[in-house]
């Protein structure tokens, strides 16, 4: 299966890690058309699974080291 990463629309602070509910930052689309939503930490430690499944991964973590 391949994996497409793209920009998607932008994750908002309202958006909460389906683990532990800190502020996401990865959306991962499945193939059935679900969603799920991590923080960082939970995606990178997730990530290679989360990778073999999805049909999109958006990664947005660039921006936790980013000020505005």
């Keep these: 299966m391949n994996t497409t990463l793209t920009a998607g629309p932008a994750l908002t602070a309202s958006d909460r ?23 960082g930490h939970h995606a990178k430690k997730h990530e290679e699974k989360l990778k073999l499944i999805a049909t999109e991964y958006v990664d947005e973590t660039d921006r936790l080291g980013a000020t505005n």
């Design 17 to 39: 890690c389906d683990r532990c509910g800190a502020q996401a930052f990865v959306r991962v689309t499945l193939p059935t058309g679900g969603t799920l939503i991590f923080c």
